[in-house]
């Protein structure tokens, strides 16, 4: 099946544009939104400036009315795999898991890109549903390159995490950064389950590797915190605690601990 450039446009702009809490509140501008209304009310045809309305919209947390933009899209081209993810990722963003479940999987039936088939991995994940397995297994069939591998393995992890599996996790986990070792994610879900065993030493050498590919890794340090506090190494804890301040003044968590610990 052949690859739509169209869609993997719109997919890039949209993820581009929806990244953030802080993105959420920036596009939070009613003069904006009054403008896009308009260009898209004189040019009720024009793809491009109802997708900016619905990414406006979406960063907005104003999904219902984003999702009814989505749905005039769809309404006029349903067989648009981009429409489909968009509107996933609208949903997911609202909390809507089993919606954006039917939207990512309507869009992999279309075609099934690398982000839609990764995004309903994650969905699939993170509501232990054993479908995980199926969309990871398919992602390593369609894309086997070292990074979409890593990534499979990774949700694959997540997915045996969440059901208790935690021995068969360590090794997707393992797999994963094997793969792919600049995926940040498993670093933390690798060593969170070190940490909750109690294994604060062996934690500690994974999170320590991941600020060590990436010192502005703001969870790492927390998840330092949070080994060292748990092994009463209060100076080593209030001190990985007030990295992570420096680099994220919005994570509320080392903010809490460093008031425990004072």
């Not at 869609?7 to 544009?17: E, K, P, R």
């Not at 920036?26 to 009054?34: H, I």
């Not at 040019?43 to 400036?49: K, L, W």
């Not at 994940?125 to 069939?141: D, M, S, W, Y």
Request: one cysteine or more.
């Amino acid at each position: 099946m052949k690859k739509s450039a169209f869609s993997f446009f719109f997919i890039g702009f949209f993820f581009i544009a929806c990244t953030s809490k802080e993105e959420k509140l920036k596009f939070f501008n009613s003069a904006y939104l009054d403008e896009l209304n308009e260009q898209v009310s004189k040019n009720p045809d024009s793809t491009n400036f109802r997708l900016k309305l619905v990414n406006a919209l979406d960063s907005a947390a104003m999904y219902k009315e984003s999702l009814a933009q989505m749905d005039k899209l769809i309404s006029k081209d349903s067989l648009n795999n981009a429409f489909w993810f968009i509107k996933g990722q609208v949903q997911e963003h609202s909390a809507d898991t089993p919606n954006a479940i039917i939207s990512y999987n309507r869009s992999v039936k279309i075609y099934p890109t690398a982000n839609a088939l990764l995004s309903l991995a994650n969905m699939y994940a993170e509501t232990r549903n054993p479908k995980t397995l199926e969309v990871c297994a398919a992602i390593k069939e369609l894309y086997p390159d070292r990074e979409h591998l890593g990534d499979a393995m990774f949700f694959e992890g997540v997915y045996h995490t969440r059901i208790g599996n935690k021995e068969k996790a360590v090794d997707l986990f393992n797999a994963s950064i094997n793969f792919n070792y600049t995926l940040m994610d498993t670093y933390i879900e690798l060593g969170s389950i070190y940490y909750e065993e109690k294994k604060h030493a062996e934690a500690i050498k994974i999170f320590q590797t991941a600020a060590s590919i990436n010192n502005t890794y703001a969870d790492a340090y927390y998840w330092l915190g949070k080994c060292f506090e748990a092994m009463n190494y209060k100076d080593s804890a209030v001190f990985n605690y007030q990295k992570v301040i420096v680099l994220d003044k919005n994570f509320k968590e080392a903010e809490e601990a460093l008031k425990r610990l004072k």
